[in-house]
């Protein structure tokens, strides 16, 4: 179970004023799924299906990460991306 501090900045990040850039976003969804799901078991997206590769492998590479730690690490740059873009 998630935190209120990680539901909170989860909400907080979709409203900043200025959109964070792709590599920016590819780490805060494989941190998200890390943090609410656990490590990725799903099957790799199709050859064509280049956003959802690039969001699979987001995730997928950090396997073995405990949910907690995740729950931090997206914590910690959802704060930094605040100082940037707000």
Do not use: C, H
């Not at 004023?17 to 799924?33: H, V």
């Not at 078991?41 to 492998?57: I, L, S």
């Not at 729950?71 to 740059?77: A, G, N, T």
């Amino acid at each position: 179970m998630v935190s209120a501090e990680f539901e909170e900045k989860a909400n907080t990040v979709s409203n900043l004023k200025t959109r964070p850039n792709d590599d920016e976003l590819l780490k805060l969804y494989g941190l998200y799924k890390q943090a609410t799901i656990g490590d990725n078991t799903t099957q790799k997206p199709g050859t064509f299906d280049f956003k959802g590769k690039y969001k699979w492998q987001s995730w997928k590479d950090l396997e073995g990460t405990s949910q907690e730690e995740a729950e931090q690490k997206y914590i910690e740059l959802v704060n930094e991306l605040i100082e940037k873009y707000n």
